[in-house]
């Protein structure tokens, strides 16, 4: 291939390409910014960052933290309530009666306890919506 046809290869548009504007000389122009509400992963703010939207951000990661701690607090709090409470406990029913180790009495009486709470505030919502239009 001559040096000529390899030249013309790479100025062939490709189909739907904008070619870029190039200065005298083949410099090549720097293309405009993005349009609006188009993001590019590429471009960075237009300038630094305002101490409102730092205090912001900084913000919102603490509370991920605390949230981050509170989890593993109450996870290390339910380990230890397992650990502590495995003796064997008697529960009377209306019908007879079952030996249980107590932690999954607590467990189930609190996993029930949530449950009916989701239940209760979905029919308070549920019951007190806005009229639909027709």
Known sequence: MSRNAAVEK???PVAGAVAAPSAPGGASVPSAPPPAGVSSATTMPAGPESS???LSRKGHRARLQAYA???IAVLVYVVALGASNTRQVKVDWVFGHASVALIWLVLGAAILGWLLGILVTKLFRWRTRAPRAR
């Open 52 to 54: 409102r939207a730092r």
């Open 10 to 12: 790479e100025q062939t």
């Open 69 to 71: 701690v509170a989890a």
